[in-house]
């Protein structure tokens, strides 16, 4: 093979014939959910029956969360200003960052580091709040307590992912209330980063699980904007206030 030539271990395409990880596509069309698909691309081998539910909620529980999350305000403005739908949706995947939609990455990472030097829930959020730093995946500007957290990890243990970064991520929350005026209850985020560094994804794929979940919400949401809302509508806050100089003349020349 040329040096030039690009390699992957992914997918083998050729003249009528296409194999995801060596698996043959229109078997995998019969055979495989898209969640086990997903667990398949990304992780090299199929998952086993556990893995594959696990996969599926997962999925499930990150599709969308309403009108106001900057992803769907910014897909449904850019629909609204006469746009395509891929153009609409692209424009919901690029507001997914750091602040949105990245806390399963830097939760995850920072529980798996955790449980491979052994550190404990009080001396994590003791270097945490020595640095002025907050701990992602826990708070939501919502839910007093995510209903859809407790949904997963009910069904960790159902399929026997319960394990030391499941019981980091609980008692970081325990840790993080202890005492404290504020509910910070373990979000989405939170336990889905949890659950992935039980079933040994690497924390580099945490946005990526975000993104596969949030797209189909994308989705329906653009398309809900382009057959039921006239074009150039107000999104979000329907005021301003002008907060810059006051009024005043350019100086005579």
């Known amino acids: ?135 992602p995946g826990y708070g939501h500007r919502i839910h007093a307590r995510d209903p859809r957290s407790s949904a997963l990890f009910t069904l960790a243990d159902e399929c026997g992912f319960t394990g030391p970064h499941i019981r980091l991520a609980a008692a970081l929350m325990e840790e993080l209330e202890r005492g404290g005026t504020h509910k910070l209850p373990l979000n989405v985020d939170g336990a889905i980063a949890a659950i992935i560094s039980e079933m040994g994804f690497d924390w580099r794929l945490g946005k990526g699980f975000f993104l596969i979940a949030r797209v189909p919400g994308l989705v329906a949401h653009v398309f809900e904007e382009w057959t039921t809302q006239k074009p150039m509508r107000k999104l979000g806050p329907l005021g301003g206030e002008y907060a810059g100089p006051a009024d005043r003349e350019l100086p005579l020349v």
């Not at 691309?41 to 556990?50: F, Q």
């Not at 599709?63 to 891929?86: C, E, F, K, W």
């Not at 949706?89 to 491979?116: P, R, Y």
């Open 1 to 135: 093979m040329s040096e030039a030539n690009w390699t992957t271990s992914i997918t083998k395409t050729a003249a009528g014939e296409l194999r995801v990880r060596g698996y043959e596509i229109t078997a995998m069309i019969r055979q495989l959910t898209f969640a086990q698909t997903v667990f398949l691309i990304l992780k090299g081998e199929l998952p086993s029956a556990a893995e594959a539910r696990m996969m599926e909620g997962m999925l499930v529980s990150s599709i969308d969360h309403g009108i106001t999350p900057p992803s769907n305000l910014a897909a449904r403005t850019v629909m609204s200003g006469g746009n395509s739908l891929n153009a609409a949706v692209a424009a919901g995947v690029l507001t997914i960052g750091d602040s949105h939609g990245g806390a399963i990455e830097q939760c995850a990472k920072i529980l798996q580091e955790a449980v491979a030097q052994g550190e404990d829930a009080p001396t994590l959020v003791t270097r945490f709040k020595a640095a002025g730093k907050r701990i």
